[in-house]
Each structure stands twice: as C-alpha cells, then as structure tokens.
T-cell receptor, first 113, second 110 residues
Framework: AQSVTQPDARVTVSEGASLQLRCKYS??????LFWYVQYPRQGLQLLLK??????VVQGVNGFEAEFSKSNSSFHLRKASVHWSDWAVYFC???????????FGAGTRLAVCP | DMKVTQMPRYLIKRMGENVLLECGQD?????MYWYRQDPGLGLQLIYI???????SEGDIPKGYRVSRKKREHFSLILDSAKTNQTSVYFC?????????FGKGTRLTVV
C-alpha cells in the first residue's frame, strides 16, 4: 500500500544552520510527492510538490526537496533555517487516487537562537 | 483570496451529544475532505467528497457521517459523540493535487 514514513518525530536546529527532514515512501511505480507545513494553530499549507521529472524541486521560502527512486526517499532541505520555520512538516503521497493523500506522522521542527 | 473556512474553531461537547462541524470553501473545488489530527498519528482521512451528494468513506469513517448539499459546503456530523473523538478536525478542498486546508476545529468531548 502507498505510504510515507517520517522517521524523525522532532528535529532541533540552530537558526542559520542547514536542515534536512527525512521522508521515505512506499509506492508502486513513480509517485507524486508533497511536503506540507503546519504553523502553530493553523491548517496545513503546501510547501512543494514533485511530479515525475527533475528530481530536485523548489518550494516556497527557500525550501527544496530531492526525489530518489533508488532510496525511496523525498527529503526536504533548506540551506539556512529561520526562526519562522518553526512548524510541523508533513510528507504526503497519493493513495489510490490523485485526490486522496496519505500523510506521514509529521516532523516537528524547533529552531534555536 | 482562496480560503477554506471552518466553524467553530473550538467546541466542547458532552459524551452522547450530537456534533456538527461546518466547512466552506470559496474556490468551487469539487473535491473536499474531512481529516482528524491526533498527536503522533498525522492526519487521518475520515471522508472524501467528490461533489454534491457524492461522498466516500476514508480510512476512519466509523462514528462519523457527512453531508454535502452545495459544492461550497461540507459538514461533518458526529451522532452521539464519544470521548475518543476528541481531536482536531480539518476540512480541506483540492484542485489538481494541491490540497487547501482550513484552520481546524478543536473538539473536546467530555
């Protein structure tokens, strides 16, 4: 069955440091993949999306993600984290149909001054 | 400005009471969803609606039902709420794979 796993429940980084949030997927074929961000007391917002093609996709606010078929991964990266990036990040993959997403459990990012 | 609006934002109900959560969207999206979010579990799909009166069960439909009589409105109903239905509920709509979420309703069943 299609699924995503986010192995890190919580990640803490210093402001200005680089960031990688991990996502592993299970999918028959080549998937579409998404990263969403949830700021405190908000709903989820789309950060970036991967459609089969260039393995590196750019998102908003300096985020990017790299798709790897060999590693079944879709890790999220940012070169320099800002305090406003403090949020929960969710990886997602369509499950059964394009309109039905399965979300990972989320990674909570904390940013230290 | 594209928006999904949920009402109310916070709700406290007693066990056994009926609960109505309402959701509206101003983007004329055909597909709408209800999710619940619990710590450590991510988002779980309760129901998906493909258009007016075209609703399908998601992964955890038990204890819930939905109503969609207009494209822009999608309601979640809990008949006789249970304490294990305490959660944050999110409504969403989608277009071409991009999902737009409301800000959520925090429901506490006591």
């Amino acid at each position: 069955a299609q699924s995503v796993t986010q192995p890190d429940a919580r990640v803490t980084v210093s402001e200005g440091a680089s960031l990688q949030l991990r996502c592993k997927y299970s999918y028959f074929g080549t998937p579409y993949l998404f990263w969403y961000v949830q700021y405190p007391r908000q709903g989820l917002q789309l950060l970036l999306k991967y459609y089969p093609g260039d393995p590196v996709v750019q998102g908003v606010n300096g985020f990017e993600a790299e798709f790897s078929k060999s590693n079944s991964s879709f890790h999220l990266r940012k070169a320099s984290v800002h305090w406003s990036d403090w949020a929960v990040y969710f990886c997602a993959v369509p499950a059964g149909s394009f309109n039905k997403l399965t979300f990972g459990a989320g990674t909570r990012l904390a940013v230290c001054p | 400005d594209m928006k999904v609006t949920q009402m109310p934002r916070y709700l406290i109900k007693r066990m056994g009471e009926n609960v109505l959560l309402e959701c509206g969207q101003d983007m004329s999206h055909e597909t709408m969803y209800w999710y619940r979010q619990d710590p450590g579990l991510g988002l779980q799909l309760i129901y998906i609606s493909y258009d007016v009166d075209s609703n399908s069960e998601g992964d955890i439909p038990k204890g819930y039902r939905v109503s969609r009589k207009k494209r822009e409105h999608f309601s979640l109903i809990l008949d006789s709420a249970k304490t294990n239905q305490t959660s944050v509920y999110f409504c969403a709509s989608s277009l071409r794979g991009e999902v737009f979420f409301g800000k959520g309703t925090r429901l506490t069943v006591v």
